[in-house]
């Protein structure tokens, strides 16, 4: 099992590009969220999902959208990139949110917006 | 609001025993987690508490209470590879995770 992908690893894009991260678990987990990280700061819930079809917004949803049209696939989309977007951006999926239920994440994708 | 502390970093010496620290303020509580994350890497699962008390596992143990809004990993015989940031989390009334910043933890021979 490969667990939690993300493509791409890396990315740079120029201020006002759009670009879209793809994040693929194989663990037909129920549950999955965008984070991002930046120095200094704990990871920064974006967009969550609790089952295909669905999604909702986290912490800091400004500028994102997501889709969840598989299960087993999460989208992130930046449609029009700012610098304030360069981070470290993590998917992880779980079984469940509740209680005991540790999440898996994906490699990253490292992202800077110039 | 929501808060999670934890010392931004600590050093210690291999084959020593550390503790890291972790005090939250949250909207409710349903369990505490700790991740390891090494450097350039996705952070890893290391523990769960949701009951006051000391969970041990191998060389890592942690530590809550509750009533005190208090967490410690505790980490022995460390070794070089123990070189990570450990990151803090606490699961809401919400079931969200809100993330502490993280513990880089430094080893030195």
């Known amino acids: 099992n490969a667990g939690v992908t993300q493509t791409p690893k890396f990315r740079v894009l120029k201020t006002g590009q759009s670009m879209t991260l793809l994040c693929a678990q194989d663990?037909?987990?129920?549950?999955m969220y965008w984070y991002r990280q930046d120095p200094g700061m704990g990871l920064r819930l974006i967009h969550y999902?609790?089952?295909?079809?669905?999604?909702a917004k986290g912490e800091v949803p400004d500028g994102y959208n997501v889709s969840r049209l598989k299960k087993q696939n999460f989208l992130l989309g930046l449609e029009s990139a700012a610098p304030s977007q360069t981070s470290v951006y993590f998917c992880?999926?779980?079984?469940?949110?509740?209680?005991?239920?540790?999440?898996?994440f994906g490699p990253g994708t490292r992202l800077t917006v110039l | 609001g929501q808060n999670i502390d934890q010392p931004t970093e600590m050093t210690a010496t291999e084959g020593a025993i550390v503790q890291i620290n972790c005090t939250y303020q949250?909207?409710?509580?349903?369990?505490l987690f700790w991740y390891q994350q090494h450097a350039g890497e996705a952070p890893t699962f290391l523990s769960y508490?949701?009951l006051d008390g000391l969970e041990e596992k191998g060389r890592f143990s942690s530590f809550l209470s509750r009533s005190k809004g208090y967490s410690y990993l505790l980490l022995k015989e460390l070794q070089m590879k123990d070189s990570a940031s450990y990151l803090c989390?606490?699961?809401?009334?919400?079931?969200?995770?809100?993330w502490g910043a993280g513990t880089k933890l430094i080893i030195k021979p």
């Open positions: 992880a999926s779980s079984p469940t949110s509740v209680s005991y239920n540790e999440q898996f």
């Open positions: 663990m037909n987990h129920e549950y």
């Open positions: 508490n949701v």
């Open positions: 989390a606490v699961l809401d009334s919400n079931y969200q995770l809100i």
């Open positions: 999902s609790v089952g295909e079809g669905t999604t």
């Open positions: 949250t909207s409710g509580f349903n369990g």
